[in-house]
């Protein structure tokens, strides 16, 4: 009999067990479970605290920095705050030399400068935040990446005065080009002279034949003409031997052909800057020419 009830007791534990194990969450059965740990404290605590004297002799803190945490957060902060400015002057810088680069061969010749606003007069020009001390001077070319802009006419302290193309005391000889089968390509047009207009415009300046531009007396195209048909938004590049590294820049497009007033065999072209000058934002000045 009592082997029989032993068994019994034997299998109720068993299942019990299981029941703990399997049935019951675990955060009661956490509750009793014996803390074994309990009996090593009375050796690990002094253990404990001799192993971490003997670090702070043998290895010092990594920081002595007692300042309150106010103090060392608001410092961070700071931080943050100067990590981001320098994160934004890495980027305008970027932005610069991206914008120099537009400029091929006369990148490292160039000095990049703020637009602070337009004539308040009658004349064509624009002011700039650059002086001498950015080694500016008087008749230095200025430019964009899309072209020419036009020339530092007066400079001083605050800043300086460039005269535009389309200022009527701006004249640079030029060159005839057309954007075809995807390159440029020169029209075989002599060179002409190029003076501004005022109103945004220029006006060519050189006496064209009608014929040189492939066009009769009424403004038709001449049929198995030698001479290559000037067209509306055809180019004009800079080819002027007194000023050689301004070959090849752009200085706008044609924008109307017509006949002269006093000579009808003649003609009468207009041309149209690339962009629109008084709205620019930031030019280039082209500090070294060699």
Not at 219 to 247: A, F, H, M, R, W
Request: hydrophobic share 40%.
């Amino acid at each position: 009999m009592s082997h029989f009830r032993f068994q019994h007791v034997f299998y109720g534990l068993m299942g019990l067990s299981a029941l703990v194990a399997f049935a019951m969450p675990p955060r009661y059965g956490d509750r009793y479970q014996p803390q074994i740990q309990l009996l090593f404290w009375p050796v690990a605590r002094p253990v404990a605290s001799m192993a971490q004297a003997v670090t702070r002799r043998v290895s010092p803190p990594v920081t002595d920095d007692r300042r309150p945490d106010m103090d060392i957060r608001a410092e961070n902060e700071r931080l943050r705050v100067d990590n981001a400015w320098l994160h934004a002057q890495l980027a305008e810088l970027s932005r610069k030399d991206q914008e120099l680069g537009k400029l091929g061969t006369l990148k490292d010749r160039c000095v990049l400068t703020k637009v602070i606003g337009g004539d308040a007069g009658s004349r064509e020009s624009i002011q700039i935040t650059g002086t001498s001390l950015d080694g500016m001077r008087q008749d230095m070319y200025v430019l964009t990446s899309e072209g020419l802009v036009g020339q530092i006419a007066r400079i001083w302290i605050g800043g300086a005065q460039v005269r535009l193309v389309s200022d009527p005391g701006f004249r640079i000889r030029c060159r005839f080009w057309r954007f075809e089968l995807g390159e440029m390509r020169p029209l075989a047009i002599p060179p002409v002279l190029v003076q501004g207009s005022g109103a945004g415009v220029l006006r060519v300046l050189s006496q064209l034949p009608l014929s040189a531009i492939g066009l009769d007396a009424n403004l038709q195209t001449v049929k198995n003409s030698d001479s290559p048909t000037l067209i509306e938004n055809d180019y004009l590049i800079v080819d002027d031997g007194d000023c050689p590294p301004l070959k090849g820049v752009k200085i706008g497009r044609v924008m109307q052909i017509d006949r002269r007033r006093d000579a009808r065999l003649f003609a009468d072209v207009l041309v149209r800057p690339i962009t629109n000058l008084k709205r620019l934002s930031e030019v280039m000045v082209l500090t070294k020419e060699q």
